[in-house]
């Protein structure tokens, strides 16, 4: 799925805007604090372990990746 493949370019960029708007948050395509603590409330909803809240690790980008996979945002 483009967008949720690891690569940081327009697709990325695209992606999580469209994230950020359906989650009423400010739309910059960027992985702000907002955007990591929204990501990982889904995650917890999702049943998933979504590390440190608001906080971008190497074990949060994991847990993300498992995210991207079940949810798709183009």
Do not use: W
Request: net charge positive; no cysteine.
């Amino acid at each position: 799925v483009k967008g949720v493949d690891g690569l940081r370019d327009q697709h990325f960029t695209k992606a999580l805007k469209t994230f950020q708007e359906k989650n009423k948050l400010e739309p910059n395509g960027k992985l702000d604090t907002a955007t990591v603590t929204r990501m990982q409330e889904i995650m917890l909803e999702a049943g998933i372990d979504a590390g440190t809240s608001g906080k971008m690790d190497a074990n949060t980008i994991r847990r993300m990746n498992s995210f991207s996979n079940i949810v798709n945002y183009k």
